[in-house]
């Protein structure tokens, strides 16, 4: 439990910090935004990597798990960056 | 369970350097002098949290290697292809199918024995709010590339709505289902019929809302989703599941309220109003309406307007009109 209540600490410490980062971002820049926070949501692919057990179920969970977070995190990641590339002076 | 918490201290270290990139990538990329280079820095923490996790695989490497790969491939190339006004409908349907792994990470938790009743609350949390982000994204993609035309009245949206409201109880249901099993009689296969009605559920919730308010929603989704990794990080005890998962979460909230204020709407209006009502309520909020016209209507009204107010946004960056509206900005 004593391992949950510090999470739980990093959860809202996080969360906070979160709130603060955008306080002023110029409406421009709010769909590259979006894409890239989108991006770091791929980081499910950190906890897919995580999955145990055995058996059919198990596995195919898992490879379905980190097929879509893998999808996430390179579409995201590629797609944020040609949306960036629009915005460099010509 | 046991092994996820004897993670290695160079795990937990590399993971606390990769949070802090991930910080200042996403402050980074809300600046435009230093965007690009933010999501450099995000995609640098990406990989190196990824990396280091694979120390330590408990299922077979083949299953990894193989989901990767293609996950890898199908993502390039999507993203890659895509044209350019097609890019707000692809970040929907990626922003689902990251909601799509939580919620299998959750199902396949749930398969894990001796679940402790916390963890089986945050099991079911994590399915629900991962699959509302599936299913609700997937409607957003089709709204968006309008696939999908059905509105606000409809009796298929109607259904759909129903189905969301039911769901809401069938979750308080299946988070204290270990405790009061034994007071109610249970059903076996309730998790089956759960996952199922989560994704019924996300529908019901993004199919009323107007195409034109997509954006936002898409917003809230990605929020969501990042929420979701948030409790996945909580399940797995796992750091920078936390602290990623909950910075997309509380930036993507933010951000969601930004893009609705300037559309001059709350969230409650575009969540359950709907765009036609806005139109006709009258009060305090300002509100208004778009109206596209055409190229020579705009001269006309230009001509004789004493002040124009441009507000850039991403169709602006994408007609690659931001660099002329400034230039002759600049000659006024």
Known sequence: ?90 | MESITNISAIQNLVYIGSSVLFILGIKMLGKEATAVKGNYLSALAMFSAVAITCLSLEIDYKVIVAGVLLGGLIGSAIAIKVKMTAIPEMVALFNGFGGLATFLIAWSQFNTPDNSVFQHALIMLTVYIGGITFSGSLVAYGKLSERIKLGKGSWVTNVLISFFYLSLPALVYVIFEPSISTVLPSVPSYFLFFLGLTLIAGLGFVTPIGGGDMPVVISLLNSLSGIAAAFAGLLLLNNVLIVAGSLVGASGLILTVIMAKAMNRTIGNILFVGYASATQSSGKVEQGEVKPISAEDAYLILENASSVLIVPGYGMAVAQAQHVVREKWANY
């Open chain 1, 1 to 90: 439990m004593e391992m949950y209540i510090l999470l739980g600490f990093v959860l809202l410490l996080s969360i906070f910090l979160g709130l603060e980062l955008i306080a002023k971002v110029p409406s421009t820049l709010h769909t590259p935004l979006m894409s890239g926070a989108n991006a770091i949501s791929g980081i499910a692919l950190v906890g897919a990597l995580m999955l145990s057990g055995d058996g059919q179920t198990q596995n195919l969970l898992a490879f379905g798990a980190i097929l879509f977070a893998s999808i996430n995190v390179f579409g995201g990641y590629l797609v944020t960056n040609r949306m960036l590339s629009m915005f460099k002076k010509k």
